[in-house]
């Protein structure tokens, strides 16, 4: 099987070309080609033809295929359903804001974190994305909108902190200057508790921006809806994200997804506000999508409850609802899809 030269860094690159006689300097080409967004080696226009039938014989190089793009009427927002040479779809959402262009991508096809309000995790973990499958979503998101990406965030299909090894070096990847050159303030990574990932995450003192996936600040709740708090339960994961501040100095950003009767009571609030104490945390409330598997409804409580944690000094915003009208949340258009296919 030949190797996946898109997941391949710079160095890496190089020291495989100079295995093949050439010079540092074809490194360099190679790698700025790959990150433009070619499918095939015949598109590298300055390199000769022998080296490219070359490396057509020892690497492989494709690139997924649109199966669906859906673009909304209200805002913008672009979502993407592509399929990769082996059959697998996943999801990237391009969201268009004032500050610049944000892509929302995939790290993993399923997900098998099992959230019981969320549609990405239906039917599973499938397999791991490798550094250049995430690469490549926003490189031909780049490519097929004709918008340039300032801005990516790991909250797609999957669990990030489930596939770190393939992420960190995909972080690598999109934040080199011969790449994509997107610095680490501008990614965002999103995880529902997974500790020792947030652990090595803090050991490497990355300044990307942690956000964690909360959507309960007690663990009664939280195992009912997040599986995931039966292993790292809310309690341990609180003093792993304490642990992450001490050590990284970066505000970690917390997901809650406002949830009708479940997790909108006041004392919840209350609660969340305790448990950050001693360190700045930000709250995102998120206007639950309406999954029609999920027994789950949108909370009528959520501008209460952002007044309720305001009050006492912790910083909430509601986030901003993007491609309502074209099913943007995670998972939706994946699963309509394998519907359709009868999977």
Not at 267 to 284: C, K, T, Y
Request: net charge neutral; charged share 25%.
């Amino acid at each position: 099987m030949s190797a996946d030269i898109r997941s391949m860094t710079l160095e890496e690159l190089t020291e495989a070309l100079g295995e093949m006689g050439e010079p540092a300097f074809r490194g360099r080409q190679v790698f700025a080609w790959l990150h433009r967004g070619v499918r095939s080696f015949d598109e590298m226009s300055d390199i000769s033809k022998s080296l490219r039938e070359r490396l057509g014989e020892r690497f492989s190089l494709s690139g997924p295929a649109v199966a669906r793009k859906q673009v909304s009427q209200a805002d913008g927002t672009v979502k993407y359903l592509w399929e990769f040479p082996d059959g697998n779809c996943i999801e990237t959402v391009l969201m268009r804001y004032r500050h610049g262009n944000t892509v929302c991508i995939s790290s993993q096809v399923g997900c098998r974190m099992g959230c019981a309000f969320c549609a990405s995790t239906l039917g599973g973990r499938v397999r791991d994305l490798t550094a250049g499958e995430m690469a490549e979503q926003v490189i031909f998101t780049q490519a097929d909108s004709g918008l340039e990406v300032s801005n990516i965030v790991l909250m797609g299909i999957g669990e990030p902190m489930d596939n770190l090894d393939n992420v960190l070096r995909f972080l690598e990847l999109v934040n080199h200057p011969q790449g994509l050159n997107i610095g680490m303030r501008h990614i965002s990574l999103s995880t529902c508790g997974v500790i020792p990932g947030i652990r090595r995450l803090a050991e490497l003192g990355l300044q990307l921006t942690l956000s964690v996936s909360l959507h309960a600040p007690d663990s009664e709740t939280r195992s009912r809806i997040m599986p995931v708090n039966r292993a790292y339960d809310v309690e341990a994961l609180f003093g792993a994200c304490h642990e992450y501040f001490q050590r990284t100095g970066r505000r970690i950003s917390f997901e809650y997804a406002m949830i009708d009767g479940v997790n909108d009571a006041d004392w919840q609030a209350d609660l969340i506000v305790r448990r950050l104490r001693g360190m700045p945390g930000h709250v995102n409330l998120i206007p639950l999508n309406d999954v029609s598997e999920s027994p789950f409804k949108p909370s009528r409580r959520t501008r209460q409850f952002q007044r309720r944690l305001e009050s006492q000094g912790v910083t909430a915003t509601v986030r901003r609802s993007l491609g309502g009208d074209i099913d943007a949340s995670c998972g939706q258009l994946r699963r309509k899809a394998m519907e359709k296919e009868g999977q």
